[in-house]
């Protein structure tokens, strides 16, 4: 069986058990799958739902757009320079150990409810993760090859260009992912929290009115919405990886 197929073996068990325990249990917080797909298609059809899609990618866009570059920036900096570590590393720590949540009503404060607010939210969840995995690749890069490469009279740009940062890819790859994944919770939640448009602001409404099986059919366009921008990133890794090869 292809991965694809297995894949699709297990959304199909998953929904089949998802269907008989919601019918089994009959409670009307936990909808059957049919139930949840009906509201999906009903979503779709007014048209709510790609309007809201579209405001929360411009925010997500943005805000995990800034991460990454920031976010790697920092993490190689901090990776390269034990100086620049020190300055900054009570930051990324304390970055990471927070909670982002206490932080919206600050940023509420600063620039109101906007798209900006969003955006920085998105920002907040993913930089710091980032940030620690591009410095952990860094610092995780061979010594002897560095060693060797001062040996024949390389530069610190060309070691960091030609050994470094390939070597820190795969965690700066993870970090991106990892970092993705943050971003659309940190999205979710700022728009629950302050926004009246967007994804998470579609599921405060429909919670608002007890409708659960809309509430579980956004959180299905959520999981796709994460998929296709999963798939997007890896996409933009293979092909900067095959310039950088070429």
């Given amino acids: 069986m292809t991965p694809r197929a297995a894949g699709a073996a297990s959304i199909v068990v998953t929904a089949v058990a998802w269907e008989a325990a919601a019918r089994l249990i009959a409670s009307p917080v936990f909808p059957p799958c049919s139930a949840v797909l009906a509201a999906l298609v009903a979503l779709l059809r007014d048209g709510q739902v790609f309007a809201s899609v579209a405001d929360s990618l411009a925010a997500l866009a943005i805000g995990f757009g ?34 982002m949540l206490v932080y919206v009503p600050v940023l509420v404060t600063i620039g109101g409810a906007s798209r900006a607010t969003e955006a920085a939210t998105v920002f ?8 620690a995995y591009a410095r952990a690749g860094v610092r995780g890069t061979s010594a002897p090859l560095v060693e060797m490469a001062r040996a024949f009279g390389a530069t610190r740009a060309q070691i960091f260009h030609r050994i470094v940062w390939p070597g820190a890819r795969p965690n700066v790859v993870a970090g991106l992912r990892v970092g993705l994944a943050l971003a659309v919770k940190g999205l979710v939640t700022g728009e629950m929290l ?21 509430v579980l059919a956004l959180l299905v366009v959520i999981v796709v919405m994460t998929r296709l921008a999963t798939a997007a990133l890896a996409t933009i890794e293979r092909r900067a990886a095959s310039l950088e090869a070429a």
Wanted: without cysteine; aromatic residues 8%.
């Fill in 66 to 99: 800034a991460a990454a570059g920031i976010g790697m920036a920092v993490g190689a900096a901090m990776g390269v320079s034990s100086r620049t570590d020190d300055v900054l590393g009570p930051y990324l720590d304390a970055g990471l150990a927070s909670p």
């Fill in 194 to 214: 302050i926004a009246s448009n967007g994804i998470g602001a579609l599921i405060r409404l429909y919670g608002g009115r007890f409708q659960p099986a809309r």
């Fill in 124 to 131: 907040l969840y993913a930089v710091f993760a980032i940030a």
